[in-house]
């Protein structure tokens, strides 16, 4: 079958590798961290998991320059834990997955950035509308390289931090999650098959802000490659 024109592919690197994992979609989770769920004025203890979408090219690569995005004037940042699922158990399944197989699922992990127009989403809260154009624009999904599951340690008991300008903002850890990493893969699993190339950012610890352009931006998690981005003049 011949294609009318071709689109590339969205990628991301793998550390230490040369083959890059294509991104097929990207699942985020809301108010994962009770701090944060707390901050944005909701009581985590009353909540089942959530999600969004962001489309699979928002994904922008460790080091960019990131222009400031339109139709916005408070755009925050919100680090996060980014599991990347291509395992085995996806090969003849993808849906209802155990616990087991949620876990067998995961690749690789990453430390990324959901970024967000608060504003946007404010007045789509207000309105009961999708949070579309608040979450899902170009270049909202920085992360760094994925680290194999095998190299990268006890994820489960890592700590997650974000400097601005050097200062830190935002810290937690992995632990700190309402719900865990099996839990987020296999609960996503009962409403979507998932498959190979999906990426899911798994919620962000308390302190998220706004930024604005000439603001550098560095997010670490342990054991994962550094991610570091500046925000630049908006296009």
Not at 55 to 84: C, F, K, Q, W
Not at 109 to 127: C, N, S, W
Not at 177 to 205: C, K, N
Request: aromatic share 8%.
């Amino acid at each position: 079958m011949a294609l009318l024109f071709e689109i590339p592919v969205p990628s991301v690197a793998i550390k230490n590798r040369s083959e890059r994992f294509p991104v097929s979609r990207i699942y985020c989770v809301g108010r994962n961290y009770a701090a944060h769920a707390r901050e944005m004025g909701s009581n985590p203890e009353r909540e089942s998991p959530f999600f969004f979408s962001k489309p699979a090219n928002a994904v922008a690569e460790n080091g960019i320059v990131m222009p400031y995005p339109s139709r916005t004037s408070d755009l925050h940042h919100e680090v996060e834990l980014v599991v990347a699922l291509a395992g085995p158990a996806l090969a003849n399944k993808g849906e209802n997955l155990s616990l087991a197989e949620a876990q067998a699922a995961v690749f690789g992990y990453a430390v990324g950035i959901d970024f967000t127009r608060r504003d946007l989403q404010a007045e789509a809260k207000d309105k009961a509308r999708p949070w579309d154009t608040a979450k899902g624009f170009d270049n909202s999904a920085p992360m760094s390289a994925l680290t194999p599951v095998a190299e990268a340690g006890d994820i489960g008991s890592a700590e997650i931090t974000l400097k601005v300008n050097g200062v830190q903002c935002q810290h937690g850890a992995i632990s700190d999650l309402i719900w865990s990493i099996p839990e987020l893969v296999a609960e996503l699993s009962t409403f979507y098959r998932l498959q190979p190339g999906d990426l899911i950012f798994t919620g962000t610890p308390a302190g998220v802000a706004a930024v604005v352009a000439g603001d550098t931006l560095v997010g670490e998690i342990d054991n994962l490659e550094t991610l570091s981005i500046s925000i630049g003049a908006r296009s």
